[in-house]
C-alpha cells in the first residue's frame, strides 16, 4: 500500500490508487508495508506491522511504525516516535537504533525529536538536540543524552541515567518532569561521578570531585554536580516537583 501527502493528492498504489485525501490529519496503514507521507500541518502516521517507511513532513508530527523495521522520518517540526501500542517494553535509541528492540528493532531515524514508550519496562536514548522523552507505565529508564531534555517517567520505578557532564549542563540543563520518590525512581549519576560520588544535601561544595548537592526551591528542585572537584556546578539537573531528595534517590 502506498499513500501520498495527505494535503489535496492521489493515493498511488494498493487500496488507496486512486484515493483523493483532503483535510486529512492521520494516515493508518496495513499489516504489510506501507508508506505513508504527511504534509505541513501536525499528522499522525500509523504504519501497524510491516516494514513501513513514514515521513511526516512540515508540523508536529506523530510516527507510529508498529512492528517490523520502519523508517521513521518527521521532517521539518518537533517529531515523535511512538510505541505506546507496543505488547512488550521497547528499547529506542535515536542516536544509536542499532541498539533497538522490540516494535522498535530495525526502525531508523531522521529529524525525529522525541520518543513515546509503552505500558511496560523501556529504556529511552535520545540524541545531542534537545528531546522529549516519555516512559509512560513500567519501570523505565530514561537518557536525554545531550541538549536541553525533558525526561517524564510515567508510572513506575524509572531510573533518569545521565551519563556525561554533557548530558545535562551548568547552562542547559535536563528537566524531569514527575520525579517520585514514592515510586521509587532514580537519578543515576555514576557516569559522571564514576561511582564515587558524594550527596553533600544543601551544604555548599568543599572543592571534592564528585560532590552532589541541591537546592530546593517552593516549586522545583535543582540538582548540582561538581565533577572536578574545583567547587563549581559542572552539571545541572532540574526537577519541575519540589522534592527533598536524599542520597538513597541516587546512584553515585
Same mark, same amino acid.
Given at each position: ?105 530495525? @526502525? ?9 514508550? +509503552? ?20 519501570? @523505565? ?38 520525579? +517520585? ?66 542520597? +538513597?534517590?541516587?546512584?553515585?
Amino acid at each position: 500500500m502506498v499513500v501520498p501527502t495527505v494535503c489535496p493528492r492521489t493515493g498511488t498504489g494498493g487500496d488507496a490508487a486512486g484515493d483523493t485525501l483532503t483535510g486529512i490529519e492521520w494516515l493508518r496503514g496495513s499489516a504489510f508495508s506501507d508508506s505513508l507521507t504527511g504534509d505541513g500541518g501536525a499528522n499522525r502516521l500509523s504504519g501497524l506491522a510491516g516494514t513501513d517507511t513514514l515521513d511526516g513532513g512540515d508540523g508536529n508530527d506523530q510516527l507510529i511504525g508498529g512492528a517490523g523495521a520502519d523508517v521513521l522520518t518527521g521532517g521539518a517540526g518537533f517529531d515523535t516516535a511512538l510505541y505506546d501500542n507496543a505488547s512488550v517494553g521497547v528499547t529506542a535509541n535515536l542516536a544509536n537504533p542499532s541498539a533497538n528492540t522490540g516494535d522498535a528493532a530495525g @526502525d531508523t531515524y531522521s529529524s525525529i525529536e522525541n520518543l513515546v514508550g +509503552s505500558a511496560f519496562a523501556d529504556t529511552l536514548t535520545g540524541d545531542s538536540g534537545s528531546n522529549y522523552l516519555q516512559g509512560w507505565n513500567g519501570d @523505565d529508564v530514561l537518557n536525554g543524552g545531550g541538549g536541553a531534555d525533558i525526561l517524564n517517567g510515567g508510572l513506575g520505578a524509572d531510573t533518569f541515567v545521565f551519563s556525561s557532564i554533557a548530558d545535562s549542563t551548568a547552562k542547559a540543563p535536563d528537566r524531569i518532569n514527575d520525579f +517520585s520518590q514514592s515510586q521509587g525512581d532514580k537519578i543515576d549519576l555514576s557516569g559522571i561521578t564514576h561511582g564515587s560520588g558524594t550527596f553533600i544535601g544543601t551544604e555548599d561544595f568543599t572543592h571534592h570531585a564528585g560532590e552532589v548537592r541541591i537546592v530546593e526551591g517552593t516549586t522545583q528542585t535543582a540538582v548540582y554536580i561538581d565533577a572536578n572537584g574545583d567547587g563549581t556546578a559542572d552539571a545541572q539537573i532540574r526537577l519541575f516537583t519540589a522534592v527533598a531528595l536524599t542520597a +538513597s534517590d541516587f546512584t553515585l
